[in-house]
Nanobody, 123 residues
Framework: VQLQASGGGLVQAGDSLRLACAAS????????MGWFRQAPGKEREFVAR????????YYSDSVKGRFTISKHNARNTGYLQMNNLISEDTAVYYC?????????????????WGQGTLVTVSS
């Protein structure tokens, strides 16, 4: 499965964006999906994860209550709705898939990384 992330852009603090993660192939339904981000000079960090059946979402504390992850298996597409954006959300956002049970949020548990989409939030 190959992933293509899109939807990033330049927005102001308080604005919203919806990122999309389009998957090729027929196995998207069989994988959990995660979103990660990497700010300049920082390590890639976990943002959100959702189970293969679009239930059991889990978020980092920094985005909980502002971001919503979803997975539309019929469309082979995942989403990350980002509301009330703040400058600290500025980063390249990546989507990825995982086959591991247990809900790991480590990047090492994920594969099929997309190329990333840049989100810039001006304050």
């Amino acid at each position: 499965v190959q992933l293509q992330a899109s939807g990033g852009g330049l927005v102001q603090a308080g604005d919203s964006l919806r990122l999309a993660c389009a998957a090729s192939g027929r196995d998207f339904v069989n994988y959990h999906m995660g979103w990660f981000r990497q700010a300049p000079g920082k390590e890639r960090e976990f943002v959100a994860r959702i189970s293969r059946s679009n239930t059991g979402a889990y978020y980092s504390d920094s985005v909980k209550g502002r971001f919503t992850i979803s997975k539309h298996n019929a469309r082979n597409t995942g989403y990350l709705q980002m509301n009330n954006l703040i400058s600290e959300d500025t980063a390249v956002y990546y989507c990825a898939l995982s086959s591991q049970v247990g809900g790991s949020i480590s990047p090492a548990a994920f594969h099929s990384w997309g190329q990333g989409t840049l989100v810039t939030v001006s304050s």
